[in-house]
C-alpha cells in the first residue's frame, strides 16, 4: 500500500526515490520528445520554427515557475559569491572519492547518450528508409516508456536501495544500447522500436535513483553545489560525445556508436559497482529520523523543514554515512 500525502512529510526518505522519479521522468521525456518535435517543425515550417517553439515553451515553464513552484524555507548562504568561492567549493566536493566518482559517471552517462542518440534518427532514414513520422512516433514512444517508468523505479529505489536499482538498469543499458543496430539489421523498423522503448525505460530508472542518491551525499550546505556540478559536467559529456558520434558516424557508420555507447555504458556500472555507496532506506544502511537542531531547522524547535527534506533530506537520513560508523 502506497503511504498516504501525510506520511510523505512524516516519513520523507521513504518518497524521496519516487518523488525524484516523477521530476526526472517528465525532464527526460521533455528532451526526448523535443528531438521529433523540432525535426518535424524545421520540415514544415522553417528551421526557425523550433527556436521560437523553444522560446514559447521557455516563456511558458518561466510562468509555471512564478505561479507554482515554492521557494524552500531554508536558510540561504551569506557569503559573497565570487568565482573564487564557488571553484572552492566544487574543489571541496571533489575531495571526496564517491563524489569525484559520480561527477565522472553523469560525464560518461551524458556522453554515452549522446553517442546513442545523436545519429539513431538519420541512421534509421538512410539505412532503413524510415520516415519522419515514424522516427518521430519512435522516440514519442520513448518518452512515454521514460515517463511511466521513472516513478516506479523510484519507488523501487526506496525499498530496494539506489543502488541496486541503478547497477540493474546500467547493466540493461549497456546491453540494449549495443544490441539496437543489430536489431534493426535483422527485425527492421519494429525491432529498433522495441530495443528503443526498453533503452528509454531503463534510462529512467537510473535516472530516479541516480539523482536520489546524489541529493543522499551531500547535506544541505552543499546540494545545490553538487547538483550543479554534476549536470554541468553531464553537458560538457553531451558536447563531447555528440562530437564522438558524429566522428564514429562518418567513419563507420552508426552501429559502431551505439556500441561504443554500450561499452561506455559497461563502464559506469564498473565504477558506480566500485565506488559509490549504497545509500535509502532499502540499502541496509540504519535511516536515523531528525536529530535535534537540523541544519535545515526553520521552525524554531528543532525540527528540520520537512517540505524540503522531503526531496533531499539530511545526509545521514539518506542512510548514508562516510565510513565513520562502520
Known amino acids: 500500500m502506497r503511504p498516504s500525502p501525510t506520511s510523505a512529510t512524516t516519513s520523507p526518505p521513504e518518497r524521496r526515490g519516487w518523488a525524484n522519479g516523477w521530476v526526472i521522468s517528465g525532464f527526460a521525456a521533455g528532451q526526448i520528445a523535443g528531438i521529433p518535435i523540432g525535426t518535424i517543425l524545421a520540415a514544415e515550417f522553417g528551421f526557425r520554427t523550433p527556436f521560437l517553439a523553444f522560446a514559447v515553451a521557455t516563456l511558458f515553464a518561466f510562468g509555471l515557475v512564478v505561479a507554482f513552484l515554492p521557494a524552500p524555507d531554508v536558510t540561504l548562504a551569506t557569503s559573497k559569491l565570487t568565482v573564487r568561492s564557488f571553484l572552492g567549493e566544487y574543489a571541496d566536493l571533489l575531495r571526496r572519492r564517491e563524489i569525484l566518482a559520480a561527477t565522472f559517471i553523469f560525464f560518461l552517462m551524458f556522453g554515452g547518450s549522446a553517442l546513442y542518440t545523436t545519429f539513431l534518427p538519420t541512421w534509421l532514414s538512410v539505412e532503413l528508409l524510415v520516415g519522419a513520422g515514424a522516427i518521430a512516433l ?6 512515454l516508456s521514460n515517463a511511466v517508468v521513472g516513478p516506479v523505479a523510484g519507488s523501487l529505489s526506496d525499498s530496494l536501495g ?18 539496437t543496430p543489430f536489431a534493426g539489421l535483422t527485425g527492421g523498423f519494429l525491432a529498433v522500436a522495441g530495443v ?5 525505460a531503463l534510462f529512467a530508472s537510473r535516472a530516479s535513483s541516480f539523482t ?27 558536447g563531447v560525445g555528440g562530437a564522438l558520434a558524429g566522428t564514429a558516424y562518418a567513419a563507420t557508420g552508426y552501429p559502431a556508436s551505439a556500441v561504443a555507447a554500450g561499452v561506455v555504458m559497461v563502464v559506469i556500472t564498473l565504477l558506480i559497482y566500485v565506488y559509490l555507496p549504497a545509500t535509502g532506506p532499502g540499502s541496509g544502511r540504519p535511516v ?3 536529530e535535534p537542531r537540523s541544519p535545515l531547522d526553520t521552525s524554531g524547535d528543532g525540527r528540520p523543514d520537512l517540505a524540503c527534506d522531503a526531496l533531499c533530506g539530511p545526509t545521514a537520513e539518506g542512510g548514508y554515512s562516510d565510513g565513520d560508523d562502520d
Open 138 to 143: 519512435l522516440f514519442l514512444l520513448g518518452g
Open 162 to 179: 539506489r543502488k541496486r536499482i541503478i547497477l540493474v538498469a546500467s547493466v540493461g543499458i549497456a546491453l540494449t544500447m549495443a544490441a
Open 196 to 200: 528503443f522503448v526498453v533503452v528509454m
Open 212 to 238: 536520489t542518491l546524489l541529493t543522499e551525499l551531500a547535506d544541505g550546505n552543499q546540494r545545490g553545489s553538487l547538483m550543479s556540478l554534476t549536470v554541468g559536467v553531464g553537458q560538457v559529456g553531451t
Open 288 to 290: 536515523p529520523r531528525a
